[in-house]
């Protein structure tokens, strides 16, 4: 079992940043894992927005490429998504998810339902 926690959120104006975390507890955290972000906004689907497989093999949806950085921090086994330039469709509900072994679902392959481990989530709001 793999217990998720993200913190960070809240409400900034268009052109700020953001910092998001997510702790990972439960088994051993190590690079046998595949990390990653997801956002679902309002009356939308989710959203892969970025995943981080092995030591520092990043993918990023387009619409955040540029502008989001994600990393993982394996002695405090936390991962993060720096978010700078912050635009309004960026407003959604963020979820860490992860899933052991090779990135599949959690790189958006395939139904995202079936990503194994979620975090609770966290709001970000950008406002104009």
């Known amino acids: 079992q793999v217990q998720l926690m993200e913190s960070g959120g809240g409400s900034v104006q268009a052109g700020g940043s953001l910092t998001l975390s997510c702790a990972v507890s439960?088994?051993?955290?190590?690079?046998?894992?595949?990390l990653g972000w997801f956002r679902q906004a309002p009356g939308k689907e989710r959203e892969e927005v970025a995943h981080?497989?092995?030591?520092?093999?990043?993918t990023y949806a387009n619409s955040v490429k540029g502008r989001f950085t994600i990393s993982k921090d394996n002695g405090k086994n936390t991962l993060y998504l720096q978010m700078n330039s912050l635009k309004p469709e960026d407003t959604a509900m963020y979820y860490c998810?992860?899933?052991?072994?090779?990135?599949?679902?959690?790189?958006?392959?395939?139904?995202?339902?079936?990503?194994?481990?979620w975090g609770q989530g966290t709001q970000v709001t950008v406002s104009s």
């Open positions: 981080i497989e092995g030591v520092e093999y990043t």
């Open positions: 998810a992860a899933e052991v072994g090779e990135c599949t679902v959690v790189a958006g392959l395939g139904d995202s339902s079936l990503v194994p481990y």
């Open positions: 439960g088994q051993t955290y190590s690079s046998s894992y595949c």
